[in-house]
């Protein structure tokens, strides 16, 4: 028989503190990557969900662009319709009808027919009761709707007046004719 004997001190194991060390490391390392890991999987599903919502927003713009350009068209329309109505207004025999209501042609110092069946009319007048007399002989009229005073100002030796008269585009046409 044969027997050892070993007079060395045993020796702590030497690998212990840095295997624990490096599995601490290794566990630490594979939490960061998994937390890594969830924070994409995270972002990536908010960028989806952001993209989806762009889409949704960009759809609903374009349906909107789609509306606002029908609404011009038909705002365009609109204004042509009334356009070629204005053609048919009697512009010239209404400006001499105008005219014809002032003591002299002179004291008609613009004429403009609006798109709304609208005239207004800058004159000059001498006195406040010629404006009056004016606006009365104005409503008189039955194609006048109503006469407004928009504004009054004393000049040196005149009154100027602003009017803006109400027109019925049909009695108008029937009483004055149309445009030639």
Do not use: H, R
Not at 39 to 46: D, L, M, V
Not at 91 to 111: D, G, P, T
Not at 160 to 170: F, K, P
């Amino acid at each position: 028989m044969n027997t050892e004997i070993n007079f060395l001190e045993k020796q702590p194991k030497k690998y212990i503190a840095p295997l624990v060390l490096g599995i601490v490391c290794i566990l630490l390392l594979a939490c960061a990557i998994a937390v890594f890991l969830v924070q994409k999987n995270t972002y990536e599903n908010q960028i989806e969900v952001k993209k989806n919502k762009a889409s949704q927003l960009e759809t609903q713009l374009l349906e909107q662009q789609d509306e606002f350009a029908e609404e011009q068209k038909l705002q365009e329309l609109q204004q042509e319709v009334v356009a070629l109505k204005a053609e048919k207004i009697p512009n010239v025999i209404l400006y001499k009808e105008m005219l014809a209501f002032l003591s002299s042609s002179e004291q008609l110092l613009s004429y403009d027919y609006t798109s709304v069946n609208q005239l207004i009319i800058d004159a000059e007048f001498v006195t406040l009761k010629e404006v009056s007399i004016y606006v009365n002989k104005l409503l008189k009229q039955d194609y006048v709707k109503g006469t407004e005073l928009t504004s009054v100002s004393k000049m040196k030796t005149s009154y100027q007046a602003t009017l803006t008269i109400s027109l019925d585009s049909e009695i108008l046409v029937k009483e004055l004719g149309e445009n030639d």
